[in-house]
């Protein structure tokens, strides 16, 4: 082909690649390049992604799912609760301070065993001390009429205490024995009569069934124990001297061999822990004298 045919067939040849390249865009075909001669040759195209659409495909209408987020529940504040005094490990919880305490004496404390005695709640006479006995009995008290039971006197027991008893009379708060006086035995009740108890220790020099005196007694041991019965004084002798056991017997009254009713500087001084060979001891030196004044032979001994 001469140049001359070449330059005459140049418009038909731009006006078929005018229209292959409209045709394509309408075909909507793949990029690709136009040879000379009218013919398309196709492009290795960009990769893309499997899953997009065409660029000139209708695109699908954008959908988006709204998951709401969970709401905290909406609740009501609760007031705060007042944390509880929980005493701390190895302290007692507190208690009421004591007007009258254990291991105290005076006067209220006589006045307290008084009252005890009265409900039938102490079994002895005041002393004036506040010992175990005592604290025993006030125990007795507290839980029998609902009070915090610790055996020591606070106001509220004293008040409870107060109200339910009468003031004790002087006889009741200095009685002249440590034990309340035991009911006399039948053969006490006539004459002049020492009459003993072995249950309550306590001698009664009684005149015509009434007490004109009593004191507290101690007896002979298991080995050398205080014969009972109905006996009678033999003979006085205000200041004897154990020819046995060569020990002082002021005050002696014999009833029975050589038993016999007398002042004893132990058990004055040791009370209860000893014991007599036989003997009727008292420890009040004062009172053993005045009746040992007023005993004559011949007056009753009953010894129970």
């Not at 003993?196 to 041991?221: E, N, Q």
């Not at 200041?239 to 060569?246: A, K, N």
């Amino acid at each position: 082909m001469d140049w001359g045919d070449e330059m005459h067939r140049m418009p038909v040849i731009r006006a078929a690649l005018a229209t292959a390249t409209a045709a394509a865009l309408i075909a909507g075909c793949r990029a690709g390049s136009v040879t000379t001669d009218g013919r398309s040759q196709d492009r290795p195209q960009a990769r893309t992604s499997t899953s997009a659409p065409a660029r000139d495909a209708p695109r699908p209408h954008r959908t988006f799912t709204h998951t709401p987020r969970p709401r905290a529940e909406h609740t009501r504040a609760r007031p705060a609760r007042p944390r509880a005094q929980v005493p701390r490990r190895g302290t007692a919880p507190r208690t009421a301070p004591a007007v009258i305490a254990v291991g105290t004496s005076g006067e209220r404390v006589r006045e307290l065993q008084a009252r005890l005695r009265q409900l039938g709640l102490f079994g002895r006479n005041p002393t004036g001390y506040y010992g175990s006995v005592t604290r025993a009995s006030v125990l007795s008290y507290q839980r029998g009429h609902g009070l915090v039971a610790t055996g020591s006197v606070d106001r509220r027991t004293w008040s409870s205490l107060r109200s339910r008893s009468r003031p004790p009379a002087r006889d009741e708060l200095y009685p002249p024995t440590t034990l309340p006086l035991a009911k006399p035995d039948r053969r006490c009740l006539t004459g002049r009569v020492l009459c003993i108890s072995k249950s309550s220790r306590t001698l009664a020099w009684m005149v015509g069934g009434r007490v004109v005196s009593a004191m507290d007694v101690r007896f002979g041991s298991q080995y050398t124990p205080t014969r009972e019965g109905l006996f009678q004084v033999n003979f006085k002798s205000r200041d004897h001297v154990s020819t046995i056991y060569h020990t002082p017997m002021p005050y002696a009254m014999f009833f029975s061999g050589g038993q016999a009713v007398h002042y004893s500087a132990d058990f004055a001084a040791r009370g209860y822990a000893g014991a007599s060979h036989g003997c009727v001891n008292v420890r009040d030196k004062k009172k053993i004298a005045s009746v040992f004044g007023k005993v004559r032979a011949g007056d009753k001994v009953v010894v129970f």
